[in-house]
């Protein structure tokens, strides 16, 4: 299993299911993440709202109602390793003398509608009858374990979004409007902030992330600076310090009432402030204030879906 993955999510109900329908059977049910959460680049963050970490394992455990004991393995995978475990989601199942009878996946589709192959428990049930396994082994679908050596490409990748180009642009009342309009196809998130504020410059980091998880997606971001208009210099200073190849905009007046009333009337005025903004112009989330990264991601996966737009 892995947080991250697309393709594990869809399956968490279902080993929910399978804890629950053969716990009064004597089939125990164990989930096992292996992945090195260093080793996960930033943009395979894109469909979820935690990484693989053992804390956000914890998490997610509570917050889908896991049944079952949820293992981490990633600092050794010496589990990932023993059961040659090559995707998530992929399954072994053992009898009670702790023989493999069964290796594969779970059933036969990411979409739980579409399913009309119930694999494991096909196994399971032939194991607890006494019965041969119909099919012994499958070929699995899932996102690739993240093994310790891909730690270094996941730098890589770092180093790269870090080489990106950063612009910012100056922009006025009428800018900024026709901006929240969001006539894209793309849920955008807004942040206005300056570089005197400093719970701006704390959080800012963090917002880059998110832009690098989910930028992949029907997702972008787009940052404005309430900085004096004649500090252009030190407003490019810091987006490029903090790696900000967003959409980055200065506004251009010193007036910043009127911006505040054209953004959002329930926007007291402090910053930071952060929106997300729908297509069409509707506000998904709003926060005055630092952002809890977390919480934020929550509101973007839920609406960008949390698993392929195939399914």
């Not at 697309?6 to 053969?22: I, K, N, V």
């Not at 093994?147 to 180009?165: D, G, Q, R, V």
């Not at 959002?264 to 989330?285: C, F, M, Q, R, S």
Request: net charge positive; hydrophobic share 35%.
């Amino acid at each position: 299993m892995a947080n991250h993955c697309p393709t594990s999510q869809a399956y968490e109900g279902r080993m929910r299911g399978l804890a629950q329908d053969y716990k009064n059977k004597g089939v125990a049910v164990v989930g096992i993440s292996s992945n090195h959460p260093a080793a996960l680049r930033l943009d395979e963050y894109g469909y979820t709202d935690i990484g693989d970490s053992f804390e956000e394992m914890k998490q997610r455990a509570k917050d889908r109602g896991f049944n079952f004991p949820y293992l981490y393995d990633g600092d050794t995978q010496e589990a990932a390793k023993a059961f040659g475990a090559i995707a998530t989601p992929h399954v072994f199942i053992f009898d009670k003398e702790r023989k493999l009878k069964y290796v594969g996946r779970v059933d036969d589709g990411e979409n739980i509608i579409k399913v009309k192959t119930h694999d494991a428990r096909n196994a399971i049930n032939a194991v607890l009858a006494g019965e041969k396994v119909p099919v012994e082994k499958t070929k699995v679908f899932g996102c690739s374990i993240k093994w310790k050596y891909k730690i270094e490409s996941a730098k890589k990748t770092e180093a790269k979004m870090n080489a990106e180009k950063i612009a910012v642009e100056m922009i006025d009342i009428e800018g900024i409007k026709d901006l929240l309009k969001n006539k894209s196809d793309k849920l955008i998130l807004v942040n206005f902030w300056s570089t005197w504020c400093a719970p701006c410059v704390a959080e800012f980091p963090e917002l880059v992330k998110i832009f690098r998880n989910f930028r992949k997606r029907k997702f972008d971001m787009i940052t404005v600076s309430l900085d004096a208009p004649d500090k252009d210099e030190q407003v490019l200073k810091f987006l490029q310090k903090t790696y900000a190849s967003t959409k980055n905009y200065h506004f251009k007046s010193e007036n910043k009432y009127d911006l505040i009333e054209s953004v959002d009337k329930n926007w007291p005025g402090a910053l930071p402030y952060t929106i997300l903004v729908k297509p069409g112009g509707e506000i998904l989330y709003q926060k005055s204030g630092a952002v809890d990264g977390v919480e934020v991601r929550k509101v973007i996966v839920e609406y960008l879906g949390r698993y392929w737009e195939h399914l």
